[in-house]
Every structure is written in C-alpha cells, then in structure tokens.
C-alpha cells in the first residue's frame, strides 16, 4: 500500500457536530469582525504556584523546583505549549470535520526552547524582550484517518494556519498591563 492512498480505519475518534460546526462557520462568514472575550483570573496561593478562573474552570501553574518552585503543576510556558496543542488539535478536528475525514488518532508532541536569563526581571541578565520567552517551537503531529497522508497534512497545515493559539504565538499583539484601579 502507497503512502498516499486511502487507508482502512476501525476505530474512530468520537466526532464533533459536523451541522454545528457549518453554521458557526457561516456565521464568521457573514460577519468576519465579530471578535469575543476570553477572561481570566489568576489568584497566587504561594511561592510561584496560581490558580487561574476560566468559565468555572481551574488552570494551576507553578515552577519546577530547580527554579524555586513546588512543582506542584506544569510550568507557564509549560501551559503555554499546552494551550498551543490544544488549540492545533481543535484546528485538527474541525478542518477534518469540515473536509469530512474521520480520524482514528490524533497526537500532538510540542517542544519550546526556554531560557530565563533575565530571571523573571529579579536581577538576572538585562535582556530585551525579544531575547525572553519561548524562543523556538517544534510541533510533530502523529495524525491517522480516512485520508491519504497529503490529504491529512493539508489538515494540519490549514488548522496550523488558522489557529488562534498559533497566531498568538507567532506574531506580535497589542499588549497592556497596569494595576487594577480602586
């Protein structure tokens, strides 16, 4: 069997609503300024470790020990490669949904190269913003279904394209902080 024909699939992933997903579509369609709100809040319980608030949901954060931490959870950029493989997946499932492909497995492996030199602005090196953060991201898709393996990759590639977690990583935002009046 060639890499690019159709494969035999026995067991699918469980489907998102095919009619559900053509109608939120067809509303950016007809209104492609439309933007939403997504809020959060995020509480310190101690040392490094936090709980953020989403829709009555909870993300804990905190540092690994050898950066002063309790690791007690994943990381920021940790949650970061997190929301990123996320968001690629749900990109995955709806393009796959939309080009009417069933898939029977779906894994993301993401990698971020790190450093902290500045130590979060606590006396390390003074570097430029540019020079912080996650500076490096590698993303291998472990992806079957009832596609060819092109057919799959154009998949991934338009969901990668698409992706709002993507894009947030990839290209500069407006960005404000400030304390909270009152």
Not at 40 to 57: C, F, K, N, P
Not at 70 to 81: G, I, N, R, S
Request: with cysteine; glycine share 10%; charged share 25%.
């Amino acid at each position: 069997m060639s890499e690019s024909t159709e494969r035999t699939v026995r067991k699918h992933l469980r489907p998102i609503d095919r009619d559900g997903l053509l109608s939120f579509a067809e509303k950016g369609r007809n209104n492609p300024n439309t933007q939403g709100t997504n809020k959060v809040q995020t509480v310190v319980e101690g040392q490094y470790r936090t709980v953020s608030h989403v829709r009555g949901h909870e993300v804990v954060v905190d540092e690994p020990l050898h950066l002063l931490g309790q690791d007690t959870a994943p990381a920021p950029a940790e949650v970061v490669l997190s929301a990123l493989g996320g968001c690629l997946a749900v990109g995955i499932i709806a393009v796959a949904t939309w080009k009417q492909v069933a898939l029977s497995n779906l894994e993301l492996h993401l990698e971020g190269d790190i450093g902290n030199p500045a130590a979060w602005g606590a006396g390390g090196h003074e570097a430029s913003p540019e020079e912080m953060g996650i500076q490096a991201v590698r993303v291998q898709v472990d992806i079957d279904g009832d596609a060819s393996r092109e057919v799959l990759d154009e998949i991934v590639q338009r969901a990668n394209y698409f992706s709002p977690v993507g894009n947030t990583v990839r290209n500069p935002i407006d960005f404000e902080i400030g304390l909270l009046e009152g």
